[in-house]
Nanobody, 127 residues
């Protein structure tokens, strides 16, 4: 079993930055692939970014490409999402996710590919 806890969300003005963190505990070797997803009011949970265990493979949604950076520190069992140039459209609850599946899950870009989820952290971007 894997436990994931997000932190770092909050209220920020458009153009600002936030860094989200996700601390993993438990069977951390079952976090071969990790990612961030978000859910805005009235919408389904959507892909933001995924990363392989080594960090060599990373994917981003078109809407965040060039603005967000996903990274991980396996020594600290922590996943990060650096969010720059934030837009009001980025407002959502952001969820950390993980799965023991590797490349296929990284490439999938779907919530169904992930096995473990955090509780979410709210990000609100004002204009």
């Amino acid at each position: 079993q894997v436990q994931l806890v997000e932190s770092g969300g909050g209220l920020v003005q458009a153009g600002g930055s936030l860094r989200l963190s996700c601390a993993a505990s438990g069977r951390t070797f079952s976090t071969s692939a990790m990612g961030w997803f978000r859910q805005a009011p009235g919408k389904e949970r959507a892909f933001v970014s995924t990363i392989s265990w080594s960090g060599d493979i990373r994917y981003y949604a078109d809407s965040v490409k060039g603005r967000f950076t996903i990274s991980r520190d396996n020594a600290k069992n922590t996943l990060y999402l650096q969010m720059n140039s934030l837009k009001p459209e980025d407002t959502a609850v952001y969820y950390c996710a993980a799965t023991p599946q590797g490349g296929s899950a990284v490439r999938s870009k779907t919530p169904e590919a992930m096995a473990y989820w955090g509780q979410g952290t709210q990000v609100t971007v004002s204009s």
